[in-house]
């Protein structure tokens, strides 16, 4: 069980690290973490002591053995805890369950020694610092009821100190009240440190919350800890290998040290199965670890892990105490004579045997010797840790590698296993990196880690969907922000977008270049590094002592230093050194051949490929928000990337056009005109002007300004219908102003009257961003939404066409590879869109590339299984490949739909001869229909299928040809494509 606001550890260690720097505060905290746990283990030590020295009451002529069991088993206890795996890691620095559980043993520590001193001042101590670790963690609730339940059984056996106040009833009803004072003062102390570190260390920025959340934040996050700290396995485990024989033990203990009479066989047998168990736990023995019985953690919460280390300590001393009392100070031969009265005069005078004390005999000095140096064998090798203290220092190593290669890099783009180290060791050298993890996921905390100290809004909203937005972002639309970065992961945008990949050093890659002689050293460097991976596994392999975390860390350092020698090999490989890539395709072999984690991080990777190829960026999303004509999602999109660009056309162009939607005249025009400012020479730009001066009556301004669109585009129709129409305006407003002046209204001045609002022309609805140098021009009808004019309204002049737009028209024109082209940005963005995977499928059809346009072609009979297009053009291609009765299915599906379509119904001739003839031969004729549609119309709702003239196709052999016969490739039936699916 974690602390729920760690406030103590908080504002101890950024304590540290504010007056001492992080270099140094590092350092400190490693050395507070072994000065608290070596006292801890002392604590460990007086506790136990105090536990042995209340439970064996011996007899006064034994009390120097008494004494030596008492001080010699604790002390054994106390080290054998020391070197537990749980307690010797925690002890490497200071961490919140190490001083967690400081404060647990203090408390114990405290409360043993009131009862044996009596003194009233360490239980109230002992309940002021309960208080405060119950603040902390439930745990402190367990421990109240446990030493009060201790407190009880104390005095029922009369083991509490003759003199304590406590047995004084005057002193002992008004101390109940200051023992509940002071616990209740510790725990409001305690949750108020937590609060207000909480607070102030931005914790409710971090978790998204407000000063009213933290209430039942608190209390949410302390249930939560609890029902958390272990798995089912876990609190099965923990209770039934760590507490239960503690339970056991500490009750059957007061019984089996009983001088008076023979350890009963049973009751030795009891302690020797818990106490070896207990010892299982403590030993360097993994495969034993009730923690490690399944892949996942059993145990989550590190404290409860080093408290149940404290119980298999105890339950490790009290076995031992029982043996080495029933060796010292339990005298058989006086208990049988005793038990046997007639063996009494064989023995002689009882008398005499009471006060002689007679030597340890040869074997029980045997036996004590012997087991001490058992136990120690069993705890002291593996504290060495050889093994372990090999892949730390790999681990060190290969995070001085990342950081001397990232050089001048503000971010780098990693998996997150590193992160807070890297960052630590660039902060301790002076240096500003952030780390960016491309797999975390999207909670407000880890929104707000990738978030926090950005001012630039565009750079916010791509962090907060993810570090793969931001890396996609700067890739796309801040090429300039490339040199401030360096990547371990995500180079399958790269890939995505077809272009060749960064250069990779050894350890990263820079995506901007680095020096050839930084990059040769950086993969020497990594070389040194991989080879003494290498040497690690010939030693045997990673350790399994070394915990689970540091296992992970070796693993991850092995398999990046793979990942990025197989990217040299790529383009050492395309650029012909094939020595280079061959090295370097060994060296990854090798590596990977001894990576048993290697699946699962891969896994991994294809789960974070997945996310990123999902999204799109915030420029991406206003181009798709454009090309729907949605102006209100456009602005949204817009105005933070205006606030780090303010002279963006596309930007200004979607905010502006929201503003024309809405009749808002003057500020569509402001941001209008901020468009010319990169894009001077856009047509769609100025016609829209000249459509506000139309609806503001500034005709002589409109003309000039429509004037400027024809002189780039001199054969569009639209610019000139704009034209028309302020011409007409004009004229009109003129007969208007001569009529009123000829019907005498001489008390006003002649003014042109204000025409009739025109209706919102299409392209206000319809218009794209300047994404293309040369804007198309389509003429569209006037939006059903306008109120009627008096003049017709001129069509807006269209901004560059969206790639939906030149894929629907490539398709439409039976250019099929232009379309692929096209294709590929709205794949990147919506992998299944069936007309894209058409125009990609039909490119490789006709490149006779069956297996890939049967693919693509899959893709699309799955989007949109009532097509008779996509199922006629499927089943030519799963006829070249002779898949005749498959082939054979999908042509009837497809008749079915279109009865009367003889260009399938050609199809199905075709087939069902191949499938009868012999199979030898190859296809001599093109089996697909042959007719192409006209253009798509721009109306949004799918027109019904056309039916393409019939030409019936050759008789075909059964197989498909080795080569692809001479021609442009086969034609195909061509879908009735739809308005451009609302997708983002």
């Not at 370097?584 to 699962?600: F, Q, T």
């Not at 102006?631 to 105005?639: K, Y």
């Not at 894009?679 to 459509?691: F, I, Y």
Request: hydrophobic letters at 45%; glycine letters at 6%; charged letters at 25%.
């Amino acid at each position: 069980m974690e602390a729920i606001f760690p406030g103590f550890w908080n504002a101890i260690a950024r304590g540290i690290y504010s007056s001492a720097g992080v270099a140094t505060g590092t350092f400190l905290l490693q050395i507070l973490g072994r000065v608290i746990g070596g006292l801890t283990v002392g604590l460990v030590y007086l506790l136990l002591r105090q536990i042995l020295s209340i439970t064996i009451r011996g007899r006064l002529q034994f009390s120097s053995r008494r004494f030596f069991v008492v001080r010699g088993v604790a002390l054994l206890g106390a080290l054998s805890f020391a070197c537990s795996d749980p307690i010797w890691r925690a002890g490497q620095a200071f961490t919140p369950p190490l001083l967690l559980l400081f404060i647990t043993v203090l408390v114990l520590t405290l409360f043993f020694g009131f009862l044996m001193s009596g003194k009233i001042g360490q239980i109230y101590l002992s309940m002021f610092l309960l208080g405060l670790l119950s603040a902390e963690t439930p745990m402190g609730f367990f421990i109240l009821v446990l030493v009060w339940g201790v407190y009880l059984l104390a005095l029922r056996h009369g083991a509490v100190a003759s003199d304590s106040p406590l047995l004084n009833p005057i002193v002992e009803q008004s101390s109940k009240w200051h023992l509940t004072f002071l616990y209740a003062i510790g725990l409001v102390f305690g949750v108020a440190i937590n609060c207000t570190t909480f607070i102030l260390f931005d914790g409710l920025e971090v978790f998204a919350k407000v000063g009213a959340d933290v209430p039942l934040m608190y209390a949410t996050q302390w249930w939560t800890q609890f029902i958390h700290a272990a798995s089912g396995m876990g609190w099965v485990l923990g209770l039934g290998i760590g507490v239960l024989p503690f339970v056991v033990s500490a009750i059957l203990l007061p019984r089996a040290v009983d001088e008076e009479q023979f350890l009963p066989y049973h009751m030795g047998a009891v302690f020797f199965v818990t106490g070896a168990l207990a010892f299982a736990q403590l030993a360097e023995l993994p495969p034993l670890w009730f923690w490690t019985w399944s892949r996942e953690a059993t145990i989550n919460s590190p404290y409860f892990l080093l408290v149940l280390m404290l119980f298999s300590a105890a339950t490790v001393v009290f076995a031992l105490a029982v043996m080495a009392v029933d060796i010292c100070c339990r005298d058989h031969q006086r208990l049988a004579m005793q038990r046997y009265a007639e063996l009494r005069e064989e023995a002689g005078s009882l008398a005499e045997e009471a006060v002689d004390v007679k030597p340890l005999g040869a074997g029980a000095r045997v036996v004590l010797v012997i087991v001490p140096v058992l136990l120690l064998a069993g705890v002291l090798p593996g504290r060495h840790q050889g093994q372990t203290r090999r892949m730390l220092s790999i681990v060190n190593d290969y995070v001085q590698e990342v950081l001397s290669e990232c050089g001048d890099a503000k971010w780098i783009f990693t998996d997150g296993s590193f992160d807070p180290c890297l960052e630590l060791n660039a902060q301790a050298q002076n240096r500003s990196l952030r780390a960016l993890s491309m797999m975390a996921g999207n909670t407000p905390r880890e929104q707000y880690m990738r978030m926090h100290g950005m001012t630039n809004d565009e750079d916010r909203i791509a962090l907060s969907i993810g570090a793969p937005m931001a890396l996609r972002t700067w890739m796309h639309d801040h090429p300039e922000r490339l040199s401030d970065i360096a990547i371990q992961l995500g180079f399958e945008l790269w890939k995505r977008d077809g272009k060749e990949l960064p250069p990779c050093s050894g350890v990263l890659s820079r995506p901007s270049g680095m020096s050839e002689e930084d990059r040769l050293r950086g993969v020497e460097a990594a070389t040194a590094i991989a080879d003494r991976v290498l040497e690690v596994y010939a030693g045997g392999g990673p350790s399994k002592s070394a915990g689970t975390r540091v296992n992970e860390l070796f693993l991850f350092v092995q398999w990046r230093i793979s990942r990025l020698a197989r990217m040299r090999a790529e383009r050492e490989d395309r650029a012909g050194n094939t020595d280079l890539a061959m090295r370097d395709v060994n060296l990854s072999d090798r590596l990977d051949h001894n990576n048993a984690e290697l699946s699962r991080i891969l896994k991994d990777m294809d789960r974070a490929k997945e996310r990123t190829l999902r999204s799109i960026t915030p420029r991406e999303s206003l181009q798709m928000a454009l090309a729907r004509a949605d102006f209100t999602l456009a602005r949204r999109f817009a105005e933070p990337i205006l606030k780090g660009d303010p002279d963006d056309p596309n930007a200004n162009f979607g905010v502006g056009m929201s503003y024309f939607t809405q009749k808002q005249w003057a500020r569509a025009e402001e941001f209008l005109r901020k468009c010319l400012i990169k894009k001077p020479k856009e047509p769609a730009v100025w016609n829209n002007l000249a459509m506000i001066c139309l609806y503001t009556e500034r005709y002589d301004e409109g003309l000039k300004l429509a004037q400027k669109a024809l002189e780039i585009i001199p054969e569009s129709a639209e610019v000139k219908d704009t034209i028309k129409q302020l011409k007409e305006a004009k004229e009109k407003a003129r007969e208007e102003a001569a009529s009123k002046k000829k019907g005498g209204k001489k008390d006003a001045a002649p003014t042109a009257q204000q025409p009739t609002e025109a209706k919102a022309p299409p392209a206000a609805e319809k218009a794209q961003p300047p994404a293309a140098a040369k804007p198309s021009v389509a003429e569209k009808k006037p939006s059903p939404a306008a109120p009627a004019v008096d003049k017709p309204a001129a069509p807006v002049l269209r901004m560059a066409p969206s790639p939906r737009e030149e894929l629907d028209a490539a398709i439409a024109r039976g250019d099929y590879v232009a379309a692929a082209q096209y294709a590929k940005p709205i794949l990147s963005i919506t992998p299944d869109d069936p007309y894209a995977n058409f125009a990609v499928g039909m490119d490789h059809f006709g490149k006779r590339a069956w297996e890939p346009a049967e693919k693509h072609l899959r893709k699309c009979v799955k989007q949109k299984p009532d097509e008779p297009v996509f199922l006629n053009n499927l089943a030519v291609v799963l006829l070249y490949r002779g898949r005749y009765d498959e082939a054979l299915a999908h042509a009837r599906r497809a008749l079915k739909i279109l009865p009367d379509s003889t260009d399938v119904q050609d199809t199905i001739r075709q087939i069902e001869k191949a499938r009868d003839a012999d199979g030898a031969k190859k296809p001599e004729a093109k089996p697909a229909p042959k007719k192409k549609p006209e253009a798509k119309p721009p109306a949004k709702k799918k027109p019904e299928a056309k039916k393409p003239e019939a030409k019936k196709p050759a008789e075909k052999p059964a197989k498909a040809p080795e080569k692809p016969p001479e021609g442009d490739g086969p034609d195909a039936l061509v879908p009735s494509l739809p308005a451009a699916p609302e997708t983002m």
